[in-house]
């Protein structure tokens, strides 16, 4: 019984610094907390296990000493519990979810894309197909789940559901639904029961994320044809962006800095834009754009005052520019990966390609000059690795794997 009140105390306030409990870590920003900086990073890491655990790319968790992972398995979806120290698996819960992949789409597998999210002593988790889930954390219990069959024309978007859901306060925030019929709805995230819902666009791939700007607590997202914000506590809709892409591929969640928005899409450039509130009416206003670079699915992370991200032209080009003015600072030469998962801490830039290659750079670098280069799986690697004080969670085509820095 202490075990079990221990970890749902960890889940639901995310007091440990290696806790990793959602899209992009603890809060939703790329950012590793506490992580102490090295003079230098070791020459090479060392596997500590790896195990088989399905097919997918929705990112791994950490809480306390819990690894938490979200795949398919045959035709079924999973949520699974592993020893962070062993690997062993705790608990597995899996339902059936039959999903056919659109062809164009067919190179990313079935899924699940969707990261899940750990609160409460839960965890919450969003299929390929559009189902949503909720578990109990410490035995895998299921709680509750919805599928939105009787409610859209479509439960998932073209190329399947990838937008993951985020937890604030007592409320499930996740965009259900596909092209042209879908909403951007909160769930009692006790019980399911719908809190709100926002019916103004279908889904984006993009995952929403919840900010105070103006006084006005709202979650911010990229919808299917719309940068959009909406008030965190009735779903009303406060200002919209219109923005579009070829194909419908909105996918890079908002980065978000005080009052100021960083966004982008494919064939488009990195912009930046501040929301502003005067009479009552929220307004856009654009700051700076850098058309040398062009985010496709790889979300930047903000490191010491610059961002740091990976720009879909010449087949992939790492770059860094000023935060502020949106200048340039470096970017690479290209070829370096279909897409890439960024995350920042200890002074560093911590890069994993599709190629299952994780480079560590130094934040502060003038250049591109990459301190190290890691090996850290034999299969693609779509999802965001979790980084630790100790090492490296990474989770490839259908395994998960430890490294361990020395």
Not at 277 to 287: M, N, Q, V, Y
Not at 314 to 322: A, P, S, V
Request: proline share 6%; glycine share 12%.
């Amino acid at each position: 019984m202490r075990f079990r009140v221990t970890l749902a105390v960890v889940l639901a306030t995310g007091a440990s610094a290696a806790d990793w409990t959602q899209w992009r870590g603890p809060l939703r920003d790329g950012v590793v907390p506490g992580l102490a900086a090295r003079a230098e990073w070791p020459a090479s890491l060392k596997p500590a296990w790896r195990v088989p655990v399905g097919l997918g790319h929705s990112s791994p968790l950490v809480a306390g000493d819990r690894v938490f992972v979200f795949t398919r398995e045959g035709g079924e979806e999973a949520a699974q519990a592993v020893e962070l120290a062993t690997g062993k698996r705790i608990w597995r819960q899996a339902y059936p979810a039959p999903y056919s992949v659109n062809p164009a789409a067919a190179s990313h597998g079935p899924g699940p894309k969707s990261t899940s999210v750990l609160a409460g002593g839960r965890m919450f988790t969003y299929g390929i197909g559009g189902v949503l889930s909720a578990f109990d954390g410490a035995s895998g219990r299921p709680l509750w789940r919805k599928d939105f069959a009787s409610q859209f024309r479509s439960t998932s978007p073209l190329y399947g559901s990838a937008a993951s859901p985020v937890v604030d306060g007592d409320r499930l925030i996740a965009y259900v639904g596909g092209n042209d019929d879908g909403a951007l709805t909160a769930f009692d995230a006790a019980t399911g029961a719908v809190r709100w819902s926002w019916k103004g666009d279908g889904p984006g791939y993009a995952s929403p994320v919840v900010a105070e700007i103006g006084g006005v607590r709202q979650v911010i997202t990229q919808s299917q044809t719309n940068l959009v914000g909406v008030a965190a506590d009735t779903g009303d809709l406060l200002w919209k962006v219109p923005f579009t892409t070829e194909w419908v591929q909105n996918a890079i969640t908002p980065v978000v800095n005080g009052d100021v928005l960083v966004y982008s899409g494919l064939d488009h450039p990195l912009k930046a834009m501040r929301l502003v509130r005067e009479d009552g009416r929220w307004a856009a206003r654009p700051l700076w754009e850098n058309a040398e670079v062009s985010n496709y699915m790889s979300t930047p992370v903000r490191a010491q005052g610059r961002l740091f991200g990976l720009s879909a032209r010449k087949k992939g080009q790492l770059f860094c520019l000023d935060e502020a003015t949106g200048r340039t600072v470096w970017i690479s030469e290209g070829r370096q990966g279909d897409n890439a998962a960024l995350e920042a801490g200890g002074g560093a830039v911590f890069v994993l390609n599709t190629e299952g290659e994780l480079l560590v750079l130094a934040a502060s670098s003038p250049s591109f000059a990459p301190l190290r280069r890691y090996t850290v799986a034999p299969s693609a690697t779509w999802a965001h690795p979790v980084i630790l004080a100790g090492g490296v969670i990474v989770k490839d085509v259908d395994s998960l794997g430890y490294w361990k820095w020395e």
